[in-house]
T-cell receptor
Framework: QKEVEQNSGPLSVPEGAIASLNCTYSDRGSQSFFWYRQYSGKSPELIMSIYSNGDKEDGRFTAQLNKASQYVSLLIRDSQPSDSATYLCAAHNDMRFGAGTRLTVKP | DTAVSQTPKYLVTQMGNDKSIKCEQNLGHDTMYWYKQDSKKFLKIMFSYNNKELIINETVPNRFSPKSPDKAHLNLHINSLELGDSAVYFC???????????FGSGTRLTVV
């Protein structure tokens, strides 16, 4: 059974801190990984994609991929209350999502 | 000019009824999907179509039947609705090359 697993949270960080979200996957054949943000009552929104080992930065967001250890992470620097949402990790080889981590950023 | 549009947004119906949810995308994407999100927010793939052809059919009761009349449309028909079918159903699309999904706004189905 191919799985994508995330630390279940919820995760609470103070405003301005770094939020760290983690995800592991079981299918070694997975090539593409994505992070989605889902606000309550809304649909998931793609925020980051990563395809090769290492870090990928986009503004305050950094995605990290380690294929040897089969994990993907998302760092959010200078967290803002508007970052409060559920973050979903996905491995697109088999279209599976993790269960999501709910992040709360406290002012 | 919504990229992926689903109708209806809300659907309340009685057990045993048959209902349909429609999805249309204007992004020119090749692949469309149906996902079910339960009360714990877990997103589970149900079906995937690529250029009108079914490529993924997860373990879903055969009461659920997808139909793709063309590349831009993917509808979901559900027969004999059950209480456990209550969830939010999301349509999504993606271009070729695993570039991530664009989701529709979801259909909240409540079976009473």
């Amino acid at each position: 059974q191919k799985e994508v697993e995330q630390n279940s949270g919820p995760l609470s960080v103070p405003e301005g801190a770094i939020a760290s979200l983690n995800c592991t996957y079981s299918d070694r054949g997975s090539q593409s990984f994505f992070w989605y943000r889902q606000y309550s009552g809304k649909s998931p929104e793609l925020i980051m994609s990563i395809y090769s080992n290492g870090d990928k930065e986009d503004g305050r967001f950094t995605a990290q991929l380690n294929k040897a250890s089969q994990y993907v992470s998302l760092l959010i620097r200078d967290s803002q209350p508007s970052d409060s949402a559920t973050y979903l990790c996905a491995a697109h080889n088999d279209m599976r999502f993790g269960a999501g981590t709910r992040l709360t950023v406290k002012p | 000019d919504t990229a992926v549009s689903q109708t209806p947004k809300y659907l309340v119906t009685q057990m045993g009824n048959d209902k349909s949810i429609k999805c249309e995308q204007n992004l020119g994407h090749d692949t469309m999907y149906w996902y079910k999100q339960d009360s714990k927010k877990f997103l589970k793939i149900m079906f995937s179509y690529n250029n009108k052809e079914l490529i993924i059919n997860e373990t879903v009761p055969n009461r659920f039947s997808p139909k793709s009349p063309d590349k831009a449309h993917l509808n979901l028909h559900i027969n004999s609705l059950e209480l456990g079918d209550s969830a939010v159903y999301f349509c999504a699309s993606s271009p070729m090359g695993a570039r991530g999904y664009t989701f529709g706004s979801g259909t909240r189905l409540t079976v009473v």
